[in-house]
């Protein structure tokens, strides 16, 4: 589609925007435009990808430097023309900058140059139970019970199952990897990433407090990390409610940055702050109206 040598911010964005007014004019008259739009920019990102996954001349370092950019200019474009075929209301705007901030910081863990980082796939649920039944029947093994009260035991225990089960619970978090730190020891990591913890969050704080619990009981190896894009300030108490937590190590704003950094070897926050700068990069009709609707205060990673 595109034969791209230059991968700066400059013709990323020329490229983006000239791709994206083909498409515009393609779509803008059809059923959910938006989504259709979506979809070829997507495979635009995909080329463009393809061609620094095969240049092996590119070090992984320089290889994520050009992937990040790649990135950034697809989602500037992507809020133009969002905003041109339905302008943004506060709630879709805030949530869409928070949905594109975590996939990009989990470009540091597929493009990483450390060695020993690698994948892993997270238990399920029927996996963590039978392996916590096991645990907990190795226990009553070992405890002086009656036949009656082991049967009354067990009853009461598969009530509890069936309440936990009946919610749906979800072990996957956002990223699941496994790091080595020396020759002889590995962490495993259980990464939930969140843009901020506003008043609504009850549910979902519920929800991490106990697969954070399930996984500290699963393996002791496995360390429980929420990457929070806000500074702590700028939450609320349902965030204290995970810091206050054996479950969790919470980190917010720039202690998130330097996690990523310490966990991947980049440091996203030194691209950020000499690559990104929203106000300028979206074009005039954009930042105009975020602007005048006080949305532009919110362009902030």
């Known amino acids: 589609m595109y034969k791209v040598d230059n991968f700066s911010k400059e013709n990323l964005l020329k490229i983006y925007r000239e791709f994206g007014e083909e498409v515009y004019e393609e779509v803008k008259y059809n059923k959910k435009p938006i989504d259709k739009w979506n979809s070829r920019i997507k495979k635009l990102t995909k080329n463009l990808l393809d061609t620094l996954i095969k240049d092996e001349e590119l070090t992984n370092e320089q290889r994520l430097n050009k992937v990040l950019m790649v990135h950034y200019c697809s989602y500037i474009v992507m809020i133009e023309y969002r905003n041109r075929m339905r302008p943004y209301e506060y709630m879709d705007f805030t949530r869409r900058i928070g949905e594109l901030w975590e996939p990009f910081c989990k470009l540091c863990w597929e493009y990483t140059s450390l060695k ?17 039944l096991g645990n907990l029947n190795e226990f009553l093994d ?12 067990n009853k009461y225990l598969d009530l509890i199952w069936e309440l936990v089960a009946s919610g749906e619970i979800k072990l996957e978090s956002d990223l699941h990897f496994v790091k080595e730190e020396n020759a002889s020891y590995s962490t495993k ?15 979902n704080t519920n929800r991490l407090l106990m697969v954070g619990s399930i996984y500290k009981k699963l393996d002791p190896a496995y360390q429980n990390l929420l990457l929070v894009r806000a500074e702590e300030s700028e939450n609320n108490h349902y965030l204290q409610t995970l810091k206050n937590s054996s479950q969790w190590e919470v980190y917010c704003g720039h202690e998130t940055y330097e996690k990523i950094e310490h966990l991947t070897g980049f440091p996203l926050k030194k691209w950020i702050i000499e690559n990104i700068d929203w106000e300028n990069d979206l074009d005039n009709e954009t930042i105009t109206y975020l602007r005048e609707n006080s949305l532009s205060q919110y362009l902030r990673w």
């Not at 980082?117 to 963590?128: T, Y």
């Not at 070992?142 to 035991?153: A, G, I, V, Y």
């Not at 990591?189 to 549910?203: A, H, M, P, R, T």
């Open 116 to 132: 020993g980082i690698a994948e892993i796939i997270p238990p399920k649920f029927e996996e963590a139970k039978e392996q916590l």
């Open 142 to 153: 070992s405890t002086p019970l009656t036949k009656e009260e082991r049967q009354e035991l």
């Open 189 to 203: 990591y259980n990464i939930d990433f969140k843009s901020g913890f506003n008043s609504n969050e009850k549910g």
